[in-house]
């Protein structure tokens, strides 16, 4: 009897497990665009502008005051970001990562390794 109540404790254990597990909501979505497809915004509160591919029309996100901008895994303002990319002379071969908060619908982080 006490080996039937431990398997049925598992049992309901089990089922009680499965809803948790089933539940994998994308929360971000990560976009790798080329530095000459990426458009910054010019203040904190602003949009970001970019194309995922070359003849693919321009996606615009929201930014805010919560919005990473990482150089080389280092976090800066966006000024300096700006900056820093700006000098980039071949901005079509260097890679940026955008990171969109799905359901903020704003970008949580723009990351760039120069």
Known sequence: ILMKIKVMIAAILLALALPAAADNTVVQKAFEVALGDLRLPRAEGGTIAFKECR???YVRLRVSEDT????NGNAVPLSKFRAAVLEVEDRGNKAVTVLHHIKRNQVAAVSVNL
């Open 68 to 71: 990473r901008y990482q150089i």
């Open 55 to 57: 003849r693919c029309e």
